[in-house]
């Protein structure tokens, strides 16, 4: 009986040990709790704290998928620098090598780094890029659109787009190619013949006709006062109108930089609006269904 | 004999193995707290996250809601901080849970400034029969709502009716009579312009005003004297009547930049020398 209890005892012991070992293997801190708290946190769009406990899992075990959803954390928070960085590290031996070569590409595109984005493609390996929504190649062909070099000829430019975008490309390259800028200098010209003229050339109607009549109202007055003989009066409104209309001058070819900055603005605009509308960074790899 | 032994060797096994488990999360519990009170809010987070994955039982989830919640607000990340503060009202075990993860909501809303919806919470609580003893705390975030809305009058009323926050409904009060008013200094700058800027205290901008009125007001009135009307109609609409509109948009201005910088005065007060409870 002494035995038998004792041997109750030694079992008891040695189950428990096991039991607390495979606790202890299975604890919050295991490599598997670890990608499973990683996953949960990516698919609660909590990408930051994703990518922690993913480089904490890939320290305990190497993963090509777990590199490119760390790679893939960094590019959903924006942050383009280090998911180009990322991806790009993905060995070539690994089945994520394409997808990720493309996500490298598009990294560099969307961090606005658009000559090494241009080099790499031109350079680096081919892709295949049948599965790639958008297109890598038609982001070549945009990257022109949002640098001041030179334009590819239009036959070759237009010819990496899609049937469906040719219009509405072409006439993003006829605005790259022949911006609708006023020129300040044009602008100042007009406003020295007539005041407020130019004001009108760029678009300000209300400020080119209160610059017209104010100057010329100055003016007059000035004229009024000398020919009454209030001769102070008269140098008031001559120093009145000489600073509306040098102002006018200058405010005309300010109003000229303003309106080309506010076209470039609006073009920049659109086409980030049409690339965010066609989808060309639309995220395919979907880890939470 | 044999089963009763085999009985008390499965049950021993099943225990010890619960109760490692509850170890293991009560450990994680006490390590995330650990960081929140040494304020690494970001790993706080983290580790309370990992509590609430693992916690199948859901024993800890009001707690690490709401320290996800604290520390995202910590973070002065207000919609996260909202949504995990939700989480916890959700999994609030009790009225009291329930109250608190209301109100750190309300003091969210009130930081945000999203007043109208501090205000309605605190209304439905009001309402809520469970709350009725907590009448006096509600009265209390509805003051600090007051205030961040910039009605400190009202403020004043809602800290007077209880006796402990009668400091603060008096500090209220006298904000209220700091400030100026913005109507005042437009009737005034109406009738004689500059006077609103002097009476809100700037009184270069007022002199200045004043003179510029003053100059073209004369012209004005001489070319008409001089049976100059054309003259008269000019300068009367393009300089003085601009320099007048100036001046009563400019007293406008300055009083409520008065009062904005008051109101930041006793804000800031209040955040370093106030030690009651704030939103």
């Known amino acids: 009986m002494k035995n038998f209890f004792f041997t109750i005892l030694i079992f008891n012991s040695i189950l428990f040990s096991q039991e607390k070992n495979h606790l202890t293997n299975d604890s919050l801190f295991s490599p598997y709790n670890i990608k499973r708290f990683a996953d949960f946190l990516y698919c609660q769009k909590d990408y930051l704290r994703a990518a922690d406990e993913y480089v904490r899992y890939l320290g305990l075990i190497p993963n090509d998928t777990i590199e490119f959803k760390i790679a893939l954390s960094y590019s959903l928070m924006n942050n383009y620098d280090e998911a180009a960085k990322r991806f790009n590290s993905i060995k070539e031996s690994s089945s994520f090598y394409q997808p990720a070569q493309i996500q490298f590409l598009k990294s560099l595109f969307q961090s606005g780094n658009y000559v090494q984005f241009r080099n790499k493609y031109s350079h680096g390996t081919p892709l295949n890029d049948s599965n790639d929504c958008g297109g890598v190649a038609s982001l070549y062909m945009f990257s022109f659109l949002l640098t001041d070099e030179p334009l590819p000829n239009e036959d070759e430019f237009l010819m990496k787009f899609p049937a469906l975008e040719k219009i509405q490309m072409k006439s993003f390259y006829d605005w790259k190619k022949n911006p609708p800028e006023k020129s300040s200098i044009i602008a100042a010209i007009f406003s020295t013949i007539i005041p407020g003229m130019g004001k009108i050339y760029t678009h300000d109607y209300s400020d080119g006709i209160f610059a017209f009549i104010s100057t010329l109202g100055a003016g007059y007055l000035a004229y009024d006062n000398f020919k009454a003989g209030h001769n102070f009066r008269g140098w008031i409104f001559t120093g009145l109108t000489a600073g509306f209309y040098g102002g006018n001058i200058y405010g005309s070819a300010a109003a000229a930089q303003i309106y080309n900055a506010h076209i470039r603005f609006d073009f920049i605009n659109d086409l980030e609006t049409y690339l965010e509308d066609n989808n060309y960074f639309l995220k395919i790899f979907n880890f939470c269904k | ?279």
């Not at chain 2, 225990?15 to 790993?43: C, H, M, P, T």
């Not at chain 2, 400034?113 to 975030?141: G, M, N, V």
Request: hydrophobic share 40%; with cysteine; net charge negative.
């Open chain 2, 1 to 279: 004999m044999y089963n009763y032994f085999q009985f008390i060797l499965i049950l021993l096994t099943v225990v010890s193995s619960k109760l490692f488990s509850q170890d293991i999360l009560e450990n994680q519990y006490n390590y995330a707290l650990k960081l929140y009170i040494r304020e690494q809010y970001y790993d706080a987070v983290t580790e309370f996250k990992r509590l609430s994955l693992f916690d199948t039982e859901k024993k800890y989830e009001y707690n690490a809601n709401e320290y996800i919640g604290m520390s995202y607000k910590m973070g002065a990340k207000f919609s996260d901080a909202i949504l995990f503060f939700t989480k916890a009202e959700m999994n609030a075990r009790n009225n009291e849970e329930l109250f608190n993860s209301i109100i750190e909501i309300v003091r969210i809303n009130i930081l945000r400034r999203t007043i109208s919806h501090a205000y309605d919470l605190l209304d439905s609580l009001k309402k809520d029969e469970r709350f009725t003893i907590k009448s006096a705390e509600i009265d209390y975030w509805k003051g600090w709502a007051d205030i961040f809305n910039d009605n400190w009058f009202e403020a004043a009323k809602e800290f007077s009716k209880v006796d402990s926050t009668k400091f603060l409904a008096e500090f209220c009060y006298n904000v209220e009579k700091e400030k100026y008013s913005v109507s005042f200094a437009d009737i005034l700058s109406h009738i004689i312009p500059g006077a609103g800027q002097i009476y809100t205290g700037n009184y270069f901008s007022g002199i200045l005003s004043l003179g510029w009125n003053t100059l073209w007001g004369y012209l004005t009135i001489s070319a008409f004297l001089d049976n100059r009307v054309f003259d008269g109609l000019v300068i009367g609409n393009l300089l003085w009547l601009r320099f007048y509109n100036g001046n009563l948009q400019n007293s406008v201005k300055y009083a409520e930049k008065e009062n904005l910088d008051i109101t930041n005065r006793a804000l800031d007060f209040l955040q370093s020398g106030y030690s009651g409870k704030k939103p």
